[in-house]
């Protein structure tokens, strides 16, 4: 029997990295407190929360964190039109921190000196964990998982070699040799890049080529860059929306037609990671808000944010400054988008705005307005002037190579 080491909460989801660590973590001699942080997924608590008790969780936090993961991270990240590496909509960047917060409230509560998840030591979850961890409390010990005894063999979830002995613990394995997957990433094999996805791992997206024959549209307003109940969404009772993360939550289960197939996205572990990700909601608000963001701010403006719309893809844990910036360019993004989802794309068909910046006299080429054609003769030859003399330098190369 391992000596006393005091408490641990660990970051406890029921699946089968975190049941394997909290016995682990019993075996060292840590009292291990189960934390499991309600984002939205739908998940058996219960059933959760009896299998962590099962496994010896000395207590078993459940807490339900819905409109903090909507408010304070989807819609910051909406807001700046977040993408990672050009293709990644943040969905897990965005609930680690969340759930690291929760973790760290809970240690400090139950005055632990530790904690622990189930990230495993190839990918960006352990860095989004541990980081958020050591900024909130500094002293905070992660206990984390280089050092488990299956991690080496079993990190392919093979189930014909077992070095931790699951059977002997009583810890169920939710996957089959066939049926090698968990969740919504390629899990369990080493994925091929040139193979698609298999068939049944999508579990929030449908096949456009089995999706409707008939789009649905729907409009969405946007007020400071966030956004309300869309118009058209029939299915669903917008009474209920008391919280905007029954909105979002609602509307991520209700088009479920946009999917992401295998692609490659950069790891500070690994130089590439082969995953499948799922957004549908995300993707649907990610042009919403571009179409609404492009009509009503100045152009100069936004040139400056999608700069830090890149940095806040990848800085999410220490994004305060990035946060109060983006939140101030959006001060002026309102108005309503129309648009239409079909068979797995987005096609926006319409937008107003109280702030919109166009201006049909400006623009229209029957009407001169405010503007003298004759002013883009002199911004031409302002502007012409470094070509011309890049033309002259390059002249002069190309002449004295000749000689």
Not at 171 to 190: A, C, E, M, S, Y
Not at 319 to 324: I, S
Request: hydrophobic letters at 35%; one cysteine or more.
């Amino acid at each position: 029997m391992a000596q006393p080491k005091g408490t641990v909460v660990l970051a406890y989801s029921g699946g089968l990295d975190t049941s394997c660590i909290l016995v682990w973590l019993k075996e060292q001699g840590y009292d291990v407190v189960a934390y499991l942080a309600n984002i939205g997924q739908k998940e058996d608590f219960e059933a959760a929360r009896k299998k962590a008790l099962a496994l010896g969780a000395k207590k078993v936090y459940i807490e339900d964190v819905c409109r903090e993961f909507v408010e304070e991270f989807i819609w910051p990240a909406v807001q700046a039109n977040a993408v990672y590496e050009d293709r990644y909509l943040l969905g897990t960047a965005l609930a680690r921190p969340c759930i690291a917060r929760g973790l760290v409230e809970v240690a400090q509560k139950e005055g632990a000196q530790h904690v622990a998840h189930g990230a495993t030591g190839k990918g960006n979850d352990q860095v989004r964990f541990e980081l958020t961890c050591y900024a909130l409390c500094p002293s905070i010990k992660v206990r984390q998982p280089g050092g488990f005894p299956f991690n080496t063999d079993a990190r392919g979830r093979s189930l014909n070699v077992s070095p931790f002995s699951l059977q002997k613990h009583g810890i169920p394995v939710p996957v089959t040799p066939q049926t090698p997957w968990i969740g919504q990433l390629l899990r369990g094999k080493d994925p091929e890049p040139g193979n698609p996805a298999p068939p049944g791992l999508y579990t929030k997206t449908c096949d456009p080529a089995t999706s409707p024959d008939t789009p649905d549209v729907l409009e969405i307003e946007f007020e400071k860059g966030k956004s309300f109940p869309p118009l058209g969404l029939n299915a669903l009772d917008h009474s209920s929306f008391c919280q905007p993360s029954h909105y979002f939550l609602s509307f991520a289960d209700s088009f479920g037609l946009i999917r992401f197939s295998l692609f490659f996205c950069f790891s500070p572990c690994l130089e590439k990671w082969l995953g499948i990700y799922e957004t549908p909601a995300g993707t649907i608000l990610y042009h919403a808000h571009l179409d609404i963001e492009a009509f009503t701010m100045d152009r100069e403006v936004r040139k400056i944010k999608q700069g830090l719309s890149l940095k806040f893809s990848e800085l999410v844990p220490e994004g305060e400054f990035l946060r109060h910036c983006i939140a101030r360019s959006q001060q002026a993004v309102a108005g309503t988008v129309r648009l239409s989802v079909f068979k797995g794309h987005v096609s926006i068909l319409g937008r107003a705005s109280p702030c919109s910046l166009y201006n049909e006299e400006l623009v229209s080429m029957n009407v001169q307005g405010d503007y003298e054609p004759a002013d883009a003769t002199g911004f031409i030859n302002i502007n012409s002037l470094r070509l011309k003399e890049y033309h002259r330098l390059q002249s002069k190369v190309t002449a004295k190579q000749a000689e």
